[in-house]
Nanobody
Framework: QVQLVESGGGLVQAGGSLRLSCAASGRTFSNYNMGWFRQAPGKEREFVAAINWSGGRTSYAESVQGRFTISRDNAKNTVYLRMNSLKPEDTAVYYC????????????????????WGQGTQVTVSS
């Protein structure tokens, strides 16, 4: 199935911005709804944002609503996460994944409904 590679993470000061990319292999990328998750040390992996196959629908965790923007360019087989007004609590490894489409909803906030996880990219926000 599709393979994912995240990039774009790094060290940024609080209030700054980063743009993460998730590059996917295969020509069937546009068939998949996608999600971004993050995991801080000692914590469970948590939902950040999701986008449907066409990019026409998006959803965000309350903690990032209004600050992060998920988008996709199917012609480039890439999903993006624009992160503005970053806070120290945003520090985590960020992962993208493919929604398994196991129920009637177009997305899920549960890690159990996603697969084909990328290797992750580290985002560190300093005070």
């Amino acid at each position: 199935q599709v393979q994912l590679v995240e990039s774009g993470g790094g060290l940024v000061q609080a209030g700054g911005s980063l743009r993460l990319s998730c590059a996917a292999s295969g020509r069937t990328f546009s068939n998949y709804n996608m999600g971004w998750f993050r995991q801080a040390p000692g914590k469970e992996r948590e939902f950040v944002a999701a986008i449907n196959w066409s990019g026409g629908r998006t959803s965000y965790a309350e903690s990032v609503q209004g600050r992060f923007t998920i988008s996709r360019d199917n012609a480039k087989n890439t999903v993006y996460l624009r992160m503005n007004s970053l806070k120290p609590e945003d520090t985590a490894v960020y992962y993208c994944a493919v929604y398994q489409m196991g129920d009637s909803r177009w997305y899920s906030t549960s890690t159990h409904q996603y697969g084909n996880w990328g290797q992750g990219t580290q985002v560190t926000v300093s005070s």
